[in-house]
């Protein structure tokens, strides 16, 4: 079976769910804490696709959602203010190497209101403002039905 994986680094957590092809619910979904004194950020979010990727499965690319300020073209945590060594990392060449699948990396805030947007609340909306607030503060902006990135793609970022 052909799937997904679906990784959301936060300050306190990180999440990865596993996805069908076809699917959007997830058939399997994990957490673990972000911090741990052992291991770093990095190499927990490693760990945690490892405990994810399925025994009899195809996966055909991950998406990792990051806070703070990110270079999507080029893959790169520019800086995320809350998670400890999360400053001109280049997670998506990191975990592609690893796992030797496409990685693609997006502001988390800018995922979100990317998803409001064509499945969620925002549906059918052209102009949609989100906020997150958890351990930092961001936002996401689409405008005429676009996403609203900026110059140095932080044009959401609010806190």
């Not at 998506?92 to 499945?119: C, H, Q, T, Y």
Request: glycine residues 14%.
């Amino acid at each position: 079976m052909r799937c997904y994986i679906a990784v959301d680094i936060g300050g306190t957590q990180i999440r990865a769910a596993l996805y069908p092809e076809d699917g959007f619910t997830p058939l399997q979904q994990m957490r673990i804490p972000t911090v741990d004194n052992n291991q770093a950020p990095l190499e927990r979010m490693i760990q945690l696709i490892q405990q994810i990727w399925p025994e009899d499965g195809e996966v055909k690319s991950i998406a990792i959602a990051s806070p703070g300020f990110i270079n999507s073209a080029e893959g790169l945590v520019l800086s995320a203010p809350n998670i400890a060594g999360f400053t001109n990392l280049p997670v998506a060449r990191i975990v592609a190497k690893r796992f030797s699948v496409p990685v693609f990396l997006g502001n988390d805030a800018n995922l979100a209101v990317m998803g409001e947007s064509l499945f969620g609340s925002g549906r059918g909306h052209q102009d949609i403002l989100y906020l997150t607030i958890s351990t930092g503060i961001g936002g996401g902006i689409i405008s005429h039905g676009r996403l609203v990135e900026g110059t140095h793609g932080i044009a959401g970022e609010l806190g």
